[in-house]
């Protein structure tokens, strides 16, 4: 089985990825490559208070002892300079789960982390290799709000890091988070994503600089591709007000006048209405997609695969889990262009760990089974910058 699932995840590079493997093209002495992974790693707190949702496994594959076994598998055999954990079990407010904190710290990593309010017992974290960088900031994101009609009682959390490369430098700022699950939940996915942002371009844009660290963001976001926040988040923009959402329509502002976040996701003084965001949001950090979905290929390239790659079982197999990094825009003297007008300098992508097929994951026991520990697989991409 474990050989089966080895031969469906394997690394899958692009063009500037193979041309640096074979040796045609060289990495720059002062060039840092790295890979990121983000993980959804099921806390076990979940499992033991819901076992009736997981009746048809098998109760050795659920126990954190087995589990445990599998997350250090696929941690070691990947060894990734960045790790964006969500779910992840906390022994107090201020504690991770002591057998991940002893693996990962024994293992050269360094971590920041934060939990869901109580009575929640996991939460987010991002471990980083302290060989390749130190943290130089960090802003723990609660992306619950009883002042924000669509952010009461969602008890979710994010978490941005700016990292400093050791070797040369560069600052890169990496964030994680867990949106709210749920179907009628597209409204709040919406406003939790405005305030993470937020948060995010506050670390981006340091000191009020008009060029942003570049970044990127990784975790469970609980929407499919193309779904209205996807688009935003690839698109950079998205005029909701009016927008079908299922049998209803978006409302005309998600936010109240005084909650402080503009039509660009960004944090302002209460007093300036004139950037109030109004039934619209925008960014210019130029997202892309690590895993081109099935759509994708076929508007772009002409041809995809018979199945989309997935990351969960919700009712259907779906992909919810994303990693998405940041680019620029072409300038106009530039002689060449792209399909969305932008460009990689900063941070240049070099390939990913393919996901799994709703077919192959079934045949291997689904999830959680005896070789995935989670009921989410992990995504993971490797980078230089």
Same mark, same amino acid.
């Given at each position: ?11 899958? =590079? ?68 960045? !790790? ?15 057998? !991940? ?9 360094? =971590? ?103 970044? !990127? ?62 039934? =619209? ?79 192959? !994951? ?24």
């Amino acid at each position: 089985m474990l050989k089966k699932h080895n031969t469906i995840r394997k690394w899958t =590079y692009n063009r500037f990825g193979e041309d640096l493997r074979s040796g045609i093209r060289f990495q720059r002495p002062h060039d840092v490559k790295f890979r990121i992974l983000s993980y959804n790693i099921l806390s076990q707190g979940r499992i033991d208070r819901q076992r009736h949702s997981f009746r048809t496994k098998r109760n050795n594959f659920l126990t954190w002892e087995h589990r445990l076994q599998a997350i250090v598998r696929e941690v070691t055999a990947v060894d990734p300079d960045i !790790i964006c954990f969500q779910q992840l079990d906390f022994r107090d407010d201020n504690h991770i789960n002591i057998d !991940i904190e002893d693996l990962l710290t024994g293992l050269g990593y360094d =971590y920041k982390a934060v939990k869901r309010k109580d009575p929640k017992m996991d939460g987010c974290a991002i471990f980083f290799k302290t060989r390749q960088f130190s943290c130089e900031a960090t802003t723990l994101c609660e992306l619950d709000n009883n002042y924000a009609e669509w952010l009461t009682d969602c008890n979710s959390v994010g978490l941005v890091c700016r990292l400093q490369s050791i070797k040369n430098s560069a600052k890169i700022v990496v964030g994680t988070l867990h949106l709210k699950f749920g179907l009628e939940k597209q409204l709040t996915r919406l406003a939790q994503t405005a305030v993470f942002m937020a948060d995010l371009q506050e670390l981006c844009y340091e000191d009020n600089s008009e060029s942003p660290h570049p970044c !990127i963001i990784a975790g469970d976001f609980n929407l499919e591709p193309y779904s209205d926040v996807h688009k935003l988040l690839v698109k950079g923009k998205l005029k909701y007000r009016g927008l079908l959402m299922g049998t209803e329509n978006y409302p005309d502002h998600i936010f109240p006048p005084n909650f402080g976040i503009d039509c660009n996701m960004r944090w302002t003084l209460m007093n300036q209405h004139n950037q109030y965001e109004s039934g =619209y949001f925008c960014h210019n950090l130029g997202f892309r997609s690590v895993y081109r979905y099935r759509q994708e290929r076929a508007l772009y390239l002409g041809f995809a695969p018979p199945e989309s790659e997935v990351t969960a079982f919700q009712g259907k197999w779906v992909a919810v889990d994303h990693i998405f990094y940041s680019t620029l825009p072409i300038p106009e003297y530039f002689e060449f262009s792209s399909n969305d007008g932008r460009y990689e300098k900063q941070l240049k992508y070099l390939g990913k760990w393919s996901l799994p097929t709703a077919s192959q !994951i079934s045949k291997l026991g689904g999830l959680p089974s005896c070789i995935c520990p989670s009921d989410l697989d992990d995504v993971m991409r490797a980078k230089t910058f």
